[in-house]
């Protein structure tokens, strides 16, 4: 019942109904619903002031220029038009200020007795609805969180284990070059980097059971936090539709006048309270604040091994002539997504076939050619050679 709020400039999907805890701003829709209602309220209030005011204005000025009248030597048909002026003025005083006692007593009285009946307060705890919806959300979203947090741990682990396999596979690939290195200590190496891979490839096993367990789970959970928040929709629907009614009957009583261009003034508003759709502001909260909101569901974050970072002089400094450069070039296929941070630098997609037209250089980077004609420097452990 509050204006709508802006769409959610950024990261949405976090801000999703169903993510953990995020059913706390239906749960606060209570709360300012009623303080809406307080608003409104004091709102018409004041205008039943204004009203009132007026009404006490109108009539001082005819009681004022109706004694000033008597005493003016006028007569016949131009007294009784002058006569008018005020027989008119104070009907129109007695209408401001019935319009000022109906807002003030009808309406406000009205609102009052609706909110005590509608929003019954729960000892220590607030409104009683605020306190149901939160300890049912709560409930019901209590075990998927819990799966959600496991989830997150065991990602991270995965996570660690790519990093552990990657730097054992740097080690051993270091050792092969190193012809002074024992044998000894690259078949170390070597049995690291297998001790490496079966942990990543167990920690990816585990990933994949604890994210099946979540996903299992996700349709019941979705079907309780849904059921509980209709309920909460329906008492919102049911505060809207009332107050609905109010912005109506206030209108009934302001519409005082037929002239023609007041006339028209109050019909666009009529229009506009008439417009009122419960239906269409359930739909708005439910796609913005609700289940009908974006999520990001959890799935299985690949690890992306990092870039290292370029010393620019050098790799300028470094001609062509230095590194083998390839007749012809050999096709690779990108195994990630890169997007080049310097102009020299070529940018692909995960899946992507390309050539590579110069062998890597000691800081791991080649020079390759896109399908569109485009050269630059590319990671070289962001590809494979296609066979």
Not at 14 to 43: E, L
Not at 97 to 114: C, F, N, P, Y
Not at 360 to 372: A, F, K, M, P, T
């Amino acid at each position: 019942m509050a204006s709508l709020p802006k769409e959610p400039l950024e990261d949405s999907k976090k801000q999703s109904f169903w993510m953990p805890g995020n059913y706390v701003r239906t749960v606060h829709r209570t709360d300012q619903s009623f303080q809406a209602c307080n608003d409104i309220m004091a709102c018409f209030m004041e205008r039943a002031k204004v009203e009132k005011q007026y009404a006490q204005q109108l009539s001082q000025w005819s009681s004022k220029w109706k004694s000033i009248m008597d005493s003016r030597p006028l007569y016949g048909s131009l007294m009784r038009a002058w006569q008018c002026f005020f027989t008119s003025t104070e009907r129109l005083s007695a209408l401001h200020s019935s319009i000022s006692q109906s807002l003030a007593e009808e309406e406000g009285h009205r609102v009052k007795t609706w909110q005590r009946e509608t929003f019954p307060k729960k000892l220590f705890c607030g409104f009683k609805e605020s306190y149901d919806n939160k300890t049912s959300f709560s409930r019901a979203q209590k075990p998927w969180s819990k799966k959600l947090k496991k989830l997150e741990k065991v990602r991270v682990t995965y996570h660690k284990s790519c990093q552990r396999e990657q730097a054992a596979q740097d080690k051993e690939k270091q050792a092969t070059e190193n012809a002074e290195l024992s044998e000894e200590k690259k078949l170390k190496l070597g049995e690291a980097k297998e001790r490496a891979a079966e942990e990543k490839e167990k920690a990816r096993d585990q990933y994949e059971k604890v994210l099946e367990e979540l996903t299992s789970y996700t349709p019941r959970y979705m079907e309780e936090m849904e059921a509980i928040f209709e309920q909460s929709q329906e008492e919102e629907r049911k505060r809207i539709s009332f107050l609905k009614q109010v912005f109506l009957s206030i209108h009934r009583h302001l519409d005082i006048t037929n002239n023609e261009s007041v006339k028209a003034v109050y019909s666009e508003l009529h229009q506009t309270l008439m417009s009122i759709d419960e239906q269409d502001d359930l739909k708005w909260w439910k796609n913005n604040q609700g289940p009908g909101m974006p999520t990001d569901w959890p799935k299985i974050q690949e690890w992306v091994p990092p870039v290292k970072k370029l010393k620019r002089k050098r790799r300028n400094q470094k001609g062509k002539e230095s590194r083998p450069v390839m007749i012809g070039g050999v096709k690779v296929r990108a195994l990630y997504d890169y997007v080049g941070e310097e102009s020299d630098e070529l940018s692909f997609k995960a899946g992507e076939i390309f050539l590579k037209v110069e062998e890597e250089d000691d800081q791991g980077w080649c020079r390759g050619v896109l399908s569109g004609g485009k050269e630059g420097f590319y990671p070289a452990n962001y590809v494979e050679v296609v066979e």
